[in-house]
């Protein structure tokens, strides 16, 4: 076996075993042995564990090297060496354990190698190249790698971005969906409570009725009572009425049963409902016959409004109503207290609504879309189109009533005009600013009550 040259063997220890070339910016692994840094960062492309070492093969956990100052500047000194034999190249590599010159480059171990290297047990059966080929293929495949790799962390992003985009689309639908579950929760909440407050509200107008009726009565005939569940049995009440009227309502509540706090709440509800509104400004309305069906006939001083038996020929103006038998009045309000009467004959509906009242199509008359009204068929029936509707316990329906408008208040009430008996009070409401204006509907057809084709609404002076 040759000697091997001192000058090859210290000029082999200056070359990286990757791309056999003087290292350049040299890094040392724990292992040892040195490498190019780029050579090295390539070696590992890709890599996330086992980190292994080109040339023992050991393998690291973590990505470590440190560079190796020294080594780089021997290397930057020994460039202006040359060796004497012009039959070896520049830069050669010697087999530290052999002492051979690397020649050739294992592909199954990929490290360059040399002769009786090739020949051992360790690598008999290995594929092997040429190591100047084998350099030339790196060169090449180190050339393909940085654009591949470059590739491959851009797909990486993209991939990554698209399943972020997914994961908020889908978070996105599914925070809307709990929105709208929490939102109909709500409206579903907010209906049955409006819907349970409109019973309680029917049932109490019945009771004011009763207790109405009983205050009419004269004195004896109110007074002869029957009075249980006191000491001694039942007894007659047959004196001189009497002198404090809340305790005659008190004793009423008694009597339909009711006790506790509840009268108190009643009381006070019976004296604003029993109780005509005060300093209300009468108004002389007059119909708009701008907004009149075209079955309704409106008079020529427009005070009065009567169904025809046909349709007229009038313009489909956006203010007319098209389908529901309904005209406005003239006059609106946006403050203050008012009153007018109104004169029925047949089946009719007075009241207010809001200047925005939908006028086309099928529409519907209660509070929530903006329209206040009673109905009544001038016979036996009387109710208000609340959500349930009220039906009015009236003897009789009033053939003459007044309407009463409390624009601050938001209160909307209707009287007999004839007797002076309240007839409905609605809730309070928020008029907002909006322009209220009185409501007529007549001739209709209804469920509850006949068909009268001829069906006037008259306004009285």
Sequence with gaps: ????????????????????????????????????????????????????????????????????????????ASRTLRLESTNEPEVSRVCKKHSEVLKVFCRE???????????????????????????????IERGKEKPRTTETERQKIVSEFQQLRQFLEKQERFQLAQLDETEQDIIKKRDGYIDRLNEEISLLNKLIYELYKKCRQSASEFLQVELGGFSGGSWSLCAKPLAHPGLTMALLLHMLGIRGSCVKGILQVLRTALIPVPLHEPVNVTLDPDTAHPELIVSEDWKS???????????????????????????????????????????CAVGVARKSVSRKGKINFRPKYGVWAVEWSGEQWCRAPTSPVTSLFLIKAPSRIRVYLDYERGKVAFIDAGKGDPIFTFPTTFFAGERICPFFRVGFSSLSGPFHPSSQLTLCP
């Design 1 to 76: 076996m040759a000697a091997a040259d001192p000058a090859q063997l210290f000029l082999g220890e200056l070359t990286c075993s990757v791309c056999l070339d003087y290292f350049q910016d040299p890094v040392a692994l724990d292992c040892g042995h040195n490498f190019c840094q780029a050579c090295i960062n390539v070696w590992w492309a890709g890599v996330k564990t086992d980190f292994c070492c080109p040339e023992c093969r050991d393998t690291f956990s973590h990505r470590n090297y440190k560079r190796n100052r020294q080594l780089k500047n021997i290397v930057e």
């Design 109 to 139: 171990d990929q490290t360059p190698i040399c002769m009786v290297c090739h020949l051992s047990r360790d690598h008999k059966d290995h594929t092997v190249v040429p190591i100047d080929e084998a350099a030339q293929d790196y060169k």
């Design 305 to 347: 409004v009567r169904r025809g038996d046909t349709g007229q020929a009038l313009p489909n103006n956006p203010e007319r109503f098209d389908t529901e038998l309904c005209v406005l009045g003239c006059e609106g309000f946006t403050s203050g207290r008012h009153c007018w009467e109104v004169e029925a004959k047949g089946l």
